[in-house]
């Protein structure tokens, strides 16, 4: 279980995060939502140890992940699989190689078996047979399922995701998250994901973390967002005539 | 930064397949432009040379000696690590700078690997025995230009040249050559590297990345030719 104990993140004088704390529920779709700079991907960057927190916690499985040095955080990172907002695949590898390189580092698997696991990775993204493309030759919704394929190669057992659906159109958004998903009720792992796409918040979101200006405001289900009573949520959810209409529908 | 890259390895194969490509990459990859920089060099310093001491009581030979001992001293040392600043240092700047901003470093960091270690050293390694070879190549290529100099023109003799060569060689000079090129590898690749590495933004910060890397490294190399200079010689 991964738990998160009152997250401060300031840069320079800019307090991103002011006290954050909060339960990721393992083998469930933990989503932390808000609109643009409510602190999100900060919040995501700290607990995966890409930032350090300025105040505050990180622990994976009762271990204390911020007191970490480098070399004791790395059979954490070993379990953690990421997909990136851009996808980060590396320009200079193929697909097969992009997902093949954890492995290359950290098992001793012989080259036929990081082969298959490859397939078997890109197989379940449904990307079969697009081992040798670069990433320069693939659309978006492609990049993103790469990234997907890389980040369960080491089949982890924490997987974070950081803004699944941005640049997508609504389809294969739809299909990113169902994906995201199925991994997460396959592998059990405690999934994080970072979003403000209200499909996502509805369709995938086991338990709900809002967040706005740093602060955390509400937590539930999908099922519980829709009747709740917090203003701050109710704007941001709300947003829409959409929304709006669908909430007055309900 | 340093400190960091050169922890123990993840994996040895995986950076010695990187220190290879890096090789291949900065070796390889710039002996064209050193070739070509270096023979003209070599030329055109054994017809200033020639120019400027030629008399009737100075020997003939003596253009020889002069072109080997600045070539070797500084001519192909220096200039050819000032060409290399722009050629390697502004590519490892800019790959490095662009993994930065694209989150590709993050995503390496996330997988537990040492990305300092995995991305700076191998190009440092790369850096400190390569650069070496380019500047022996260097040196070789700028005798071979002045001796085509010589024969192209009618004030140096070609044997006058070689005989120039070949008198009161002083082995410290290659020692000399030899600091010189191994620093001047170590700071295009590490320099370029650190600015690079810590590239904040986006594209126009690689780029200005990029350009500070090929400045700090230029500038970084004239001071330690100078302080090797002064300590050797």
């Keep these: ?250 | 930064m340093l400190r960091l890259s050169f922890r123990k390895p993840e994996k040895f194969s995986v950076y010695w397949t990187e220190v290879m490509r890096e090789m291949v990459s900065q070796g390889i990859g710039s002996l064209g432009i050193v070739s070509i920089i270096s023979l003209f060099i070599g030329a055109v310093a054994t017809i200033q040379t020639a120019f400027q001491l030629i008399s009737d009581i100075i020997p003939r030979s003596v253009v020889g000696s002069i072109t080997r001992d600045s070539t070797i001293l500084e001519f192909s040392p220096t200039i050819t690590a000032l060409v290399l600043a722009g050629r390697i240092g502004s590519s490892i700047a800019s790959q490095i700078g662009t993994m930065r901003v694209t989150e590709q470093i993050d995503a390496l960091e996330i997988m537990g690997v040492n990305a300092p270690g995995y991305l700076i050293s191998p190009k440092i390694i790369s850096g400190v025995t390569m650069i070496p070879l380019l500047i022996i190549i260097s040196v070789g290529l700028g005798l071979i230009g002045g001796y085509f100099a010589c024969a192209a023109s009618a004030d140096v003799s070609t044997a006058d040249y070689i005989d120039g060569l070949t008198g009161g060689f002083n082995p410290v000079i290659v020692s000399v050559c030899a600091v010189k090129a191994i620093a001047f590898g170590f700071i295009i690749t590490s320099v370029c590297s650190y600015q690079g590495f810590y590239t904040s933004g986006g594209a126009l910060e690689v780029g200005q990345a990029a350009t500070r890397g090929v400045v700090f490294s230029c500038v970084t190399i004239l001071f330690a030719d100078l302080i090797i200079s002064k300590l050797m010689l």
């Excluded at chain 1, 803004?163 to 389809?171: A, I, M, R, V």
Aim: negative net charge; charged residues 25%; aromatic residues 8%.
């Design chain 1, 1 to 250: 279980m991964i738990e998160i104990k009152n997250i401060y993140k300031t840069f320079g004088d800019n307090e991103v995060l002011r006290g954050v704390s909060a339960n990721f529920k393992p083998g469930k779709n933990n989503l932390i939502i808000g609109s643009s700079g409510s602190g999100k991907t900060t919040l995501l960057k700290c607990i995966v140890g890409l930032h350090e927190p300025t105040k505050g916690e990180v622990y994976y499985d009762q271990e204390n992940f911020t007191e970490m040095h480098f070399e004791g955080r790395v059979p954490i990172r070993k379990q953690i699989g990421m997909l990136f907002q851009n996808s980060a695949l590396f320009d200079s590898m193929t697909v097969e190689q992009n997902i093949i390189f954890p492995l290359n580092l950290f098992t001793e698997m012989s080259k036929a078996e990081k082969v298959d696991r490859a397939n078997f990775c890109l197989e379940r993204v449904n990307l079969k047979g697009k081992n040798k493309l670069y990433p320069s030759e693939l659309s978006g919704g492609m990049k993103k399922r790469v990234g997907i394929a890389r980040a369960i190669s080491m089949q982890p057992r924490y997987l974070f995701v950081d803004e699944p659906n941005s640049g997508l159109d609504p389809k294969t958004a739809i299909l990113i998250d169902e994906l995201i998903s199925e991994i997460t009720d396959e592998y059990q792992t405690t999934t994080v994901i970072v979003t403000h796409d209200m499909n996502s918040v509805m369709g995938i979101g086991d338990h709900i973390i809002f967040l706005d200006n740093g602060l955390k405001w509400w937590e539930g289900s999908n099922h519980e967002i829709a009747h709740t009573d917090n203003k701050e949520l109710n704007q941001f959810v709300f947003a829409s005539k959409f929304m709006q209409a669908a909430r007055e529908k309900l």
